[in-house]
């Protein structure tokens, strides 16, 4: 139940296309959900954020889609660049805690 | 620009040696999490402290790793005897406060082989 299903594994899109990478979770406690964006070499950096009172967040070319009742939710990159090529990690963790459960992670590669 | 540092980058050890990680926070930031990354589990907490503090180390294989923060600037992990299944990639992390949707800011990693 503490678990964040995220698919695909990996993604290839052409540059100048919508990146799409959905999560599931099982855990209603669950109340906060950032994802994360992790370059060769590099830790894991906060891309973009959502609580579960809003359906969309967008920041820029990044949009996060949350589907309350179905308990899923997605992050969309529009108009993807080679330099977007990144691992992406979606996560969620419950109020009044600190643990942060991340999915398993998407290698995204955006062809030039 | 703040950021978390940690050392050694990379560690290659023998089988049975002990392992010790540092970890330096953003000055400032009273909460820090040690995480693992491997390409099997992906990344997982093992443990964090608030205010020097241990809050959680149930992701810690308690038998072989100790955590601790002797200062506020200052974050261990150590393994002792360390073993091949410990490869891994190992992440500090910092935050400003308790908050949960403070973001965690995350060193480079110590990428760790037992050999």
């Known amino acids: 139940q503490q678990q964040v299903k995220q698919s695909p594994q990996s993604l290839i899109v052409q540059k100048g296309g919508i990146s799409i990478i959905n999560c599931a979770y099982e855990?209603?406690?669950?109340?906060?959900f950032p994802w994360y964006q992790q370059f060769p070499g590099k830790g894991p950096a906060l891309l973009i954020a959502?609580?579960?009172?809003?359906s969309e967040k967008k920041e820029g070319r990044f949009t996060i889609s949350f589907n309350k009742s179905a308990k899923q939710f997605s992050l969309h990159i529009m108009d993807s660049q080679p330099g977007d090529s990144a691992t992406y990690f979606c996560a969620a963790s419950s109020g009044g805690g600190f643990k942060t459960i991340f999915g398993a992670g998407t290698r995204l590669f955006v062809k030039a | 620009d703040a950021r978390v540092t940690q050392t050694p980058r990379d560690k290659v050890t023998e089988m049975g040696q002990e392992v010790t990680m540092r970890c330096q926070p953003i000055l400032g930031h009273n909460t820090v999490f040690w995480y693992r990354q491997t390409m099997m589990q992906g990344l997982e907490l093992l443990a964090y402290f608030r205010n020097r503090a241990p809050l959680d180390d149930s992701g810690m294989p308690k038998d072989r790793f100790s955590a601790e923060m002797p200062d506020a600037t200052l974050a261990t992990l150590k393994i002792q005897p360390s073993e091949p299944r410990d490869s891994a990639v190992y992440f500090c992390?910092?935050?400003?406060?308790?908050?949960?949707?403070?973001?965690?800011?995350f060193g480079d990693g110590t990428r760790l082989s037992i050999l």
């Open positions: 855990n209603t406690a669950f109340d906060y």
């Open positions: 959502i609580r579960p009172d809003v």
């Open positions: 992390a910092s935050a400003p406060t308790a908050l949960q949707d403070q973001p965690q800011h």
